[in-house]
């Protein structure tokens, strides 16, 4: 096993440095890293580590697992073939979409995946140093992080990867805030031993009732670990008009009762979490001169389902590819000139060249950010903006759960699994809706 070095020698300067290595820390400093970049990551906690989360696996998600080398380790440990959706007197099992991402999923706790992905940073060649947290930012007259503080030590560096989360405090140092009046989720998550915990399919409840019998604006799901226990867990939408008047923890528990013998549950819900998750690129100042926000910090948080691990390991090795190609390296260049990676990991032709000084983050990480998931999320948002009305999820909900084209179409959307290159009626019909609700957005994704 790779170990991490003590914190006492922590570095005094580097060329880049990643704040957080969850997901999208670890995913942009792999590559990074592996195209010969000198990378330093720090991370408050102590790994290995927990984080609410659903540990769930798309097969965006594993698109990008199998591209970092790591895909034969996540099925090893859960194949995952699609959904199992009930609600409203009805149930379907809706298989993951063929196509460019692959038909399978999977489903890694996240104490053990963000371990490994930790471990890829550093055999790839990064410094990464646990129990470290950012406690300041020195930014240069013309805007550039010059260092940031972290306690009592100072580490100068090029280039900021700010990738510490949902909350991300360094993000806030520079800049970054929340757009409130966006729908958001409020979700908590177990863990609970099952009979069925090797069961290939994901429980979703899209009826999901409090202990009173009211209807949330949200699901219900249980993730099979296939190590004897599930995921169980419950989110629900809200927005600063239409607040999640629900106590997460309790409807977690009643949720439970509710599956328990569907899913032959052994015990109690464990290690009960909760979370508060903006979605959808609803933020403005995500960048600047020679820093960026990626993941969770950036809200890459899929409206309709709460998935982020897809776009933090996705927008690690875009963010990556960007600056490599030559963005936010700030003063004093990169160093020898280093090569791009292409997208399945093998080195490019496109170098920097040594000594150059690069172009600057601040518009282009949002515009590509806007440009990957611009449509998906400003669709998805209304969408799930929509879910937040009463009367809505009482509606649709038996009309959807009626049709398994219907439902099929759903979950393709849902799990932002429709490929550029596809052709078909719901592909055309889901891009151009996302491209009518970006020109109707009253915020913007991503704002400067």
């Given at each position: ?192 031993g099952s009979a069925r915990h ?199 909900g038996p009309v959807g759960m ?24 719901v592909a055309r019909a889901w ?18």
């Amino acid at each position: 096993m790779v170990r991490m070095e003590s914190r006492r020698r922590l570095p005094s300067s580097t060329d880049v440095l990643v704040v957080g290595c969850g997901p999208a820390g670890a995913a942009t400093a792999t590559w990074l890293a592996r195209a010969g970049r000198e990378v330093t990551v720090l991370d408050a906690a102590g790994f290995p580590r927990d984080k609410t989360c659903g540990d769930g696996l798309t097969p965006r998600a594993m698109l990008e697992v199998d591209r970092l080398g790591l895909g034969a380790w996540a099925r090893d440990r859960i194949t995952i073939r699609g959904l199992e959706l009930r609600g409203f007197g009805h149930e379907r099992r809706v298989p993951w979409p063929a196509g460019e991402h692959g038909g399978t999923g999977s489903a890694v706790r996240r104490t053990v995946f963000d371990d490994r992905l930790r471990q890829a940073a550093v055999e790839a060649g990064a410094v990464v140093r646990d129990g470290v947290r950012v406690t300041g930012v020195e930014r240069g007259d013309d805007g550039e992080v010059t260092a940031v503080l972290a306690g009592d030590d100072r580490v100068e560096c090029r280039t900021l990867v700010v990738a510490d989360g949902v909350r991300s405090p360094v993000g806030r140092l520079l800049g970054r805030s929340w757009h409130r009046d966006t729908v958001y989720a409020v979700a908590a998550r177990s863990y609970v031993g099952s009979a069925r915990h090797d069961h290939p399919w994901i429980g979703s409840d899209l009826e999901l009732r409090d202990a009173a019998g009211a209807i949330q604006p949200g699901y219900g799901w249980v993730f099979p670990l296939g190590d004897g226990e599930v995921n169980l867990g419950v989110g629900a939408l809200a927005t600063s008009a239409r607040p999640a008047n629900v106590a997460v923890k309790e409807l977690l528990q009643h949720y439970a009762r509710s599956v328990r013998d569907d899913w032959a549950l052994q015990a109690e819900p464990r290690a009960v979490t909760s979370a508060l998750l903006p979605m959808g690129g609803a933020v403005s100042g995500v960048a600047g001169r020679n820093w960026a926000a990626v993941g969770d910090a950036a809200a890459c948080v899929n409206p309709l389902n709460g998935e982020g691990i897809d776009y933090a390991l996705e927008g690690g090795r875009l963010l990556a590819e960007l600056i490599l190609a030559g963005h936010g390296t700030g003063a004093g260049g990169v160093g020898p000139g280093r090569s791009r990676p292409s997208p399945d990991g093998s080195p490019g032709a496109r170098t920097v060249p040594a000594g150059a000084r690069t172009e600057p983050l601040t518009h282009a990480w949002p515009e590509v950010l806007r440009r990957t998931y611009g449509e998906a999320f400003a669709i998805a948002r209304d969408a799930a903006r929509l879910l937040t009305y009463p009367r809505f999820l009482p509606m649709a909900g038996p009309v959807g759960m009626r049709s398994q084209t219907l439902m099929t179409a759903a979950v393709r959307c849902m799990s932002n699994t429709v490929a550029d290159s596809d052709r078909d009626v719901v592909a055309r019909a889901w891009r151009a809706a996302g491209s009518v609700a970006r020109r109707l957005d009253r915020r913007p994704l991503f704002a400067y």
